[in-house]
């Protein structure tokens, strides 16, 4: 049988799982997220460390309908992210 710690059964124990670990966070408003999984809760708000934060700008030109992308990126020591702006947590590949 598997052992109780290492088990999926519901969403949030992927999640469980990943604590202390490096995971992707996709946000809303074209925000991406790395870093160290620190603590989480039932609302998907969680505490990262260590997070490298990647925003991506597009900006539309008025008369020549042109676009503009960059992203801007900044490195943050600790960061609080609140839930409800979480659209994907992908967590650390594991070896099979």
């Known amino acids: 049988m598997a052992d109780s710690a290492t088990v999926v059964e519901e969403p ?5 799982l ?9 946000l809303r408003g074209d925000r991406e ?3 160290r999984l620190h ?3 039932q609302h998907l708000n969680m505490v990262l460390g260590d997070v490298e934060e ?6 539309v030109g008025d008369e020549s309908q042109s676009q503009s ?7 943050v020591p600790m960061l609080f992210v609140r839930g409800d702006g979480v659209i994907l ?3 650390p590949t594991r070896a099979a």
Do not use: C, F, Q
């Open 54 to 59: 990647t925003i991506t700008i597009v900006e």
């Open 12 to 16: 949030l124990d992927l999640v469980r």
């Open 89 to 91: 947590v992908s967590p």
């Open 39 to 41: 603590a989480y809760d």
């Open 33 to 35: 997220l790395r870093g």
């Open 18 to 26: 990943s604590l202390d670990e490096r995971i992707y966070v996709k």
């Open 69 to 75: 992308v960059h992203t801007v990126n900044r490195a």
